[in-house]
């Protein structure tokens, strides 16, 4: 009813023009924007403060335009000097987490290390002494409840909120828990915006230093979702060294750079084996080629994690390594990355 009612304002108003810009009054004009509600309509028209003189009739003539609509009860017209993008960037922060600093976590693939990089990286700023949230977005294969060992469905307290799963003092929150970790969905667009939407603003998360985004693989409805409605920190990305994930890996670093979202770096995962028989460095995948990237994309570089078959098991238990085996090799890697990390937010 109100969208009958906007386009019939449109329709009224594209006949006017903006006396300083000649832009006509219609659905293009990127100063205008209006609002309807119980048959009111708020008019708001950005303009140059320096020339306000030259509007003082044209809330007159916009409201005389509008006069003979008979569904139409009052209209409000609003000159304001501000500029569109700040208001609109504001009002469209609807996912709110009392979070210093929300990082997402991506990849252009599956199946690189995305969940077991977040995980362990939220058990490595968990150590420093941060109050840290895993969210788990991935809507195509939740996998956080596994490597944080958490598996009950969350209960809600007396506001409606749900209360995250706690692990190794992390709050934990999944998609999973709320449709089953093997239960094929399919999701649309508007289905993923409820439901993150319901893991921010439906969840009693309380205070964060860090919240952790599990995002699911490739640019989809999730990515874009988050980054026009939740205000993030920014992202990092995990590749593999090979030319495939580092094409896919590209692609994402675009998207963020599209939609505004800052970049934090990039790592490497499985970018070595240290065998345990001949102490050897094999390089599976080859090695080194996030680096070279980073360097072409002008992205931060964050480290590079070797394969290690104790981080591996440690995942698939729900033990992070970087919590049940600290002095490791492999959770050392993980502490220069979260170190990185702490020292840009401190
Ligand atoms: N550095 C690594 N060394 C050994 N195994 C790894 C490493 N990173 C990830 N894995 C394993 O690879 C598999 C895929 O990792 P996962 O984190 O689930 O990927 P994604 O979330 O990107 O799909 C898991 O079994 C995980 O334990
Ligand atoms: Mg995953």
């Excluded at 981080?311 to 085996?325: H, M, T, W, Y």
Aim: with cysteine; glycine share 6%; aromatic share 6%.
């Amino acid at each position: 009813m109100s969208e009958q009612l906007k386009t019939a304002i449109f329709e009224k108003l594209k006949n006017l023009q903006d006396p300083i810009s000649k832009m006509p009054l219609d659905q293009s004009n990127p100063n205008l924007s209006i609002v309807i509600e119980n048959e009111k309509a708020l008019i708001t028209l950005t303009i140059d403060p320096n020339e306000k003189d030259k509007f003082e009739n044209f809330s007159t003539d916009i409201k005389n335009s509008l006069k003979n609509m008979s569904d139409l009860q009052s209209v409000n017209v609003v000159f304001t000097a501000e500029q569109k993008i700040k208001t609109s960037n504001i009002s469209s922060k609807k996912f709110n987490i009392n979070a210093k600093n929300i990082i997402a976590i991506a990849s252009g693939k599956g199946g690189v290390g995305k969940s077991t990089f977040t995980v362990n990286l939220a058990a490595a700023l968990k150590v420093a002494g941060n109050k840290i949230g895993i969210l788990d977005a991935d809507i195509y294969g939740p996998s956080v409840p596994r490597m944080m060992g958490v598996s009950d469905k969350p209960k809600a307290n007396e506001n409606n909120k749900l209360i995250p799963l706690i692990s190794n003092d992390i709050k934990c929150m999944s998609i999973g828990f709320l449709v089953g970790v093997d239960t094929p969905t399919i999701w649309r667009g508007p289905m993923v915006m409820k439901a993150l939407e319901q893991m921010y603003n439906g969840v009693e998360w309380g205070e964060l230093d860090y919240l952790l985004i599990d995002l699911p693989p490739g640019t989809g409805d999730a990515q874009l979702t988050l980054a026009q409605n939740s205000k993030l920190t920014g992202s990092i990305i995990i590749s593999t060294p090979q030319d495939v994930a580092l094409i896919d890996a590209r692609k994402g670093i675009n998207m963020f750079n599209k939609v505004g979202v800052n970049i934090l770096g990039i790592v490497e995962n499985m970018s070595y084996f240290i065998c345990s028989n001949c102490n050897e460095k094999h390089e599976i995948f080859s090695h080194g080629g996030v680096k070279e990237e980073s360097k072409k994309l002008n992205v931060d570089f964050l480290g590079e994690l070797p394969i290690d078959k104790d981080l591996r098991i440690g995942s698939d238990e729900g033990n992070p390594i970087c919590i049940s085996n600290p002095k490791s090799e492999i959770a050392k890697k993980y502490f220069e990355i979260a170190n990185k990390i702490n020292l840009r937010f401190k």
